[in-house]
């Protein structure tokens, strides 16, 4: 995601904790308006919103200090026969991590930010005003990653300003709005513009279209309120085109309504699963395929006791349709599920050997994430390609799958290793590719892959992370 930048970025934040479901008000801000002073629209706007807006510092502890005694401590009283004592432990302080924005929905400290802004974080401070020597313990009521919205929540001394939530949906394109933040830690500011564009899909942000501002809008400006002209905030600031300048996003207010009583009750928004792994069917994969035109997202793997193994989808399924919604990436399937009412069945619309036929998958609530790939290197004995080629693979075991994150049933060679300036790096070959097919000739095991390799050129499918790719490879 390099063309987009997130307003603050950081890791991810366990454990939500729960809060207490109240009203959010409803009345907008009095503003001293007077139509024969224009100008002071937003000197008005700023004394509404600002006391309702907050500062919002994240610090994380260092998670590999030394705890206990240190072991050479025993060596070294082996060595010399005599007690050696521990020295003082170096105390384990946290390290600021960032700044954001947030503000307040309720007037006893419920408060709006981007899930991003406390992802990773160990303390959440919070600062009602740049002038407040008082910082606020700030604990995570809910979140979601895929909106990036967060809650979080305050013990205030007394009842707080609050920001009313008005309606994205009523915006109009050269609409003025404000935005409220703390850009680069510099306190509370406010700037000005017009909705540029609503409806903004950028998926690889958010999986919600987003509201496009000229506003501007700088690191450190993340969950902070951009508000219209009656005083009521109709989005909240996430993101900047890095590439430009007055091109920011802001998420929808309407779609922020919609997941507060769920973040508040539950601390996480549900998403539908059906336990399968997703490649995008792009020109090169459909041509090869025999496919056209089609688009859709292939099913490249499979938990066998997930619900789209126990519905009857199968590898290789290319997916067009969920409830009647087009599918034209692996993404928009990712969404389509995750949208999908948990507990009841959704009709997939996919097309198996080019035949195309429906069939009803019972979606159940994505669990806890599972295991990733191994974050320490492990040498694996493997079967090298013939003819020179300059790649490495082998079956996946119980061990492998587990090291790698790979799905179960997954039973495909894996790609272990590539040799640099070999043929097989020049043809984009990479380590944990899973090997599908060879020459059209698809491959259960590594004796398939030596068995379907030729001299001269041969054609790989592959699986990469969400995509199934075509490679290449031409022997020396």
Do not use: C
């Not at 300003?161 to 609409?175: D, I």
């Not at 690191?219 to 109709?234: A, E, H, I, R």
């Not at 300048?245 to 998403?271: H, N």
């Not at 009647?324 to 928009?332: F, M």
Request: proline share 7%; net charge positive.
């Amino acid at each position: 995601m390099k063309k987009f930048l997130f307003l603050l970025l950081a890791a991810s934040l366990t454990g939500p904790a729960m809060a207490q479901t109240n009203s959010l008000p409803k009345d907008p801000p009095k503003l001293n308006l007077s139509a024969s002073l224009p100008a002071n629209l937003f000197v008005e706007l700023s004394k509404a919103i600002n006391p309702a807006v907050v500062n919002i510092s994240t610090s994380a502890i260092p998670k590999n200090m030394p705890r206990g005694r240190d072991p050479m401590l025993d060596m070294l009283e082996q060595l010399y026969g005599m007690k050696m004592q521990q020295p003082p432990q170096q105390q384990q302080r946290p390290q600021m991590m960032g700044l954001g924005t947030g503000f307040i929905i309720r007037e006893d400290g419920l408060i709006v930010t981007n899930n991003h802004v406390i992802a990773g974080a160990d303390q959440i401070k919070v600062q009602l005003s740049e002038d407040s020597k008082d910082l606020y313990e700030a604990t995570v009521v809910g979140r979601d990653e895929r909106t990036d919205i967060a809650l979080i929540k305050i013990k205030p001394k007394s009842k707080l300003t609050v920001a009313v939530l008005g309606s994205s949906k009523e915006l109009e394109v050269g609409e003025w709005v404000a935005a409220f933040g703390n850009p680069f830690g510099h306190g509370h500011s406010m700037s000005k513009g017009i909705v540029s564009s609503k409806g903004r899909g950028i998926a690889e942000i958010n999986k919600i279209p987003l509201i496009q501002t000229d506003a501007s809008i700088n690191p450190g400006n993340s969950g902070g309120p951009l508000v219209n002209t009656k005083g009521m905030v109709v989005g909240v600031n996430s993101a900047i085109d890095a590439r430009a300048q007055g091109i920011g996003f802001a998420i929808p207010i309407d779609e922020v309504k919609a997941l507060i009583p769920q973040l508040e009750s539950t601390g996480r928004i549900a998403r539908g699963y059906i336990g399968a792994l997703l490649g995008d069917l792009d020109p090169e994969a459909a041509e090869y395929l025999g496919m056209g035109e089609q688009t859709g997202a292939v099913i490249t793997q499979l938990d066998p006791r997930g619900p789209g193994a126990r519905a009857g989808l199968r590898v290789y399924d290319i997916v067009t349709a969920v409830n009647e919604r087009p599918i034209d990436s692996s993404l928009s399937l990712v969404d389509a599920v995750s949208d999908a009412p948990i507990g009841k069945p959704a009709s997939f619309k996919i097309i198996r050997d080019r035949k195309p036929m429906t069939v009803a998958v019972l979606v159940s609530e994505r669990p806890e994430d599972g295991a990733s790939k191994p974050t320490e290197t492990k040498k694996y004995e493997g079967q090298r390609a013939p003819f020179n080629l300059g790649f490495t693979f082998i079956d996946p075991t119980a061990q492998i799958r587990k090291d790698w994150g790979l799905a179960e049933g997954m039973k495909q060679p894996i790609v272990i290793e590539t040799t640099r300036n070999s043929a097989a790096s020049k043809a984009g070959i990479s380590v944990g590719d899973v090997i599908l097919d060879v020459n059209k000739q698809a491959v259960a095991n590594s004796k398939d892959v030596i068995k379907s390799l030729k001299k001269g050129m041969n054609t790989l499918r592959v699986a990469r992370n969400n995509r199934i790719m075509i490679l290449n490879i031409e022997t020396p």
